[in-house]
Structure formats: structure tokens, C-alpha cells
């Protein structure tokens, strides 16, 4: 039985690829997006979707359920991105992140999991990134958003796996996506006494994602990912240098790991 995948923010991007990839492996898969009717000939199905309206994630998922009598598989990779020193960024643009990022992603857990219980199988991948393993300059609100995700996935995980059901981290890396086009960034306010550095860093983050990995190799990581018996709890997907950074703050004192990230970002 060819497995059914719900992909959230399936319209761009990772999400885009992973369809894409899915699709042609013999899986049924349906995207989601706002504004599906933007998307010009999408490969799969494209269903309205808003992460952060718990009424259209209940509309959606039930579609997909009422259409295939089952679900296999959710990729939660809906998200967004914020920028900014955390004293100048708005405290509404964080709770927003948050809302998309950490509460968008268990809200679609909770819609998911009474049909995967009901079938005692399933698998959640939450997309989350290697940023979620460190507090970086600039985008802290970020990194602690995804954190928070991590940390949901593991107990979650255990929680459900009475059930037959497992949840899984995916952590990317910097990809060659639009990501840094759907950021908030908070201005660059003259007055700010970040603004030199904020400005470096920002030209800085934005060079990383042009010149990020191509996405098919997330969407490869993550067949094989949904293609095993007994999954990890976490998988980290990018580049030599961005995995060994995340071992490092393990492996490093506090203080020199910091040294390290300052350094690295020109602080």
C-alpha cells in the first residue's frame, strides 16, 4: 500500500522538494500552503492550509483522511524565519515565530495523531534546524523556537510510541530556498546600538542560504528516514562543517564555544 504524506508548507522550498521526491517514489502526497491557488501547476495536491488557525488544520487534515481513509506520514516543515538583536525585535513578531514555528507544528500533531492512533502506526517528522542547537546572534528568537520544537519531539515521542507511532527531528542545515525572503527582519534602526553588527550579519545569513545545499538532498535524507523500521529520534542533514559545529558546544567549555560563534559572525 502506497503510503499517504502530508507536507505543510509544501508549496516552496524543502517542502516543494520533498513532494517532489516523495511523489516519485510512489507516494500520495498532499502540500499545504496559504495560497495554494498562486502556485502554477503544482505536482501534487495543494490544500489551503494556515498554520496557526487550529480550524483550517482540522479542515485540511480531515480532507486528506476523508480522501485516502488513512495517514502515514506528516512532515511538519511549515515554518518561518526572524531576524534581529533580541532587544530591538518587537516582542508580537517573536510570539508570531513562535506561533508558527513551535505552536503551528504540535497543533498539526494534534490533528494527526487520533487517525494514526485509530491505524496504530504513523510517523511525524518535525523539521526543526541545526540552528535549534544553539543561541545564535541575531536570530535567537529562532534558534529558540526551534529548540523548543526538539525538545516537544522527544517527549511527544515517547509519549506516543505506545501506539505504534514515532516522531522524529529533521534538522537541516542552510539550503538554497526563498526562506530569507519570507523573514522578518527587524529594521536596521539607526539609532540602534546594534546596527553595525546586525547589518554584517544579516548580509551574512543571507549569503549562507544562496549558497546552501540543494534541497533534493533533504528530500533524500528524509525517504530514508521514513523508509526504516525503527527511526532516531534526531537526524541532522548539512554540510561537514555545520554537523561538527553542533558537536563542538558539546564538547567545548561555555565560554570558548562562544568564542568560537563570535568570532565566526564577526562580533
Known amino acids: 500500500m502506497n503510503k499517504v504524506v502530508l507536507i505543510t508548507g509544501g508549496s516552496s522550498g524543502i517542502g516543494m522538494a520533498i513532494g517532489k521526491y516523495l511523489l516519485s517514489k510512489e507516494f500520495i502526497v498532499y502540500g499545504t500552503s496559504r495560497n ?10 495543494l490544500l489551503k492550509l494556515d498554520i496557526t488557525d487550529s480550524a483550517s488544520i482540522s479542515k485540511a487534515v480531515k480532507e486528506v483522511i476523508s480522501k485516502e481513509n488513512r ?10 524565519g526572524i531576524t534581529g538583536s533580541v532587544e530591538d525585535t518587537p516582542t508580537q513578531e517573536m510570539r508570531n515565530a513562535f ?6 507544528a504540535i497543533d498539526m500533531m494534534k490533528a494527526v495523531l487520533p487517525q494514526m492512533r485509530t491505524q496504530k502506526n504513523g510517523l511525524i517528522l518535525n523539521i526543526t534546524s541545526l540552528g535549534g542547537y544553539m543561541g545564535l546572534p541575531y536570530r535567537g528568537v ?8 526538539e525538545l516537544v519531539t522527544e517527549a511527544t515521542n515517547m509519549e506516543v510510541r505506545q501506539f505504534g507511532i514515532r516522531v522524529v527531528n529533521v534538522a537541516p542545515g542552510d539550503f538554497a530556498t526563498n526562506i530569507a525572503s519570507g523573514r522578518y527582519h527587524t529594521p536596521v534602526f539607526e539609532d540602534s546600538a546594534y546596527k553595525d553588527q546586525y547589518q554584517r550579519n544579516l548580509d551574512l545569513m543571507n549569503a549562507h542560504v544562496s549558497e546552501g545545499s540543494d534541497p533534493i538532498e533533504m528530500a533524500k535524507a528524509i525517504l530514508k528516514i521514513i523508509e526504516l523500521e525503527n527511526p532516531r529520534i534526531h537526524y541532522r542533514i548539512g554540510t561537514l562543517k555545520q554537523k561538527i559545529a553542533v558537536n563542538l558546544k558539546r564538547l567545548l567549555s561555555d565560554r570558548y564555544y562562544e568564542k568560537l560563534l563570535m568570532k565566526y559572525y564577526e562580533l
Open 36 to 45: 495554494p491557488s498562486k502556485v502554477k501547476n503544482p505536482p501534487f495536491t
Open 71 to 80: 495517514l502515514d506520514v506528516l512532515i511538519n516543515n511549515a515554518g518561518t
Open 99 to 104: 506561533d508558527t514555528i513551535l505552536f503551528g
Open 142 to 149: 529562532y534558534s529558540a523556537a526551534k529548540g523548543a520544537l
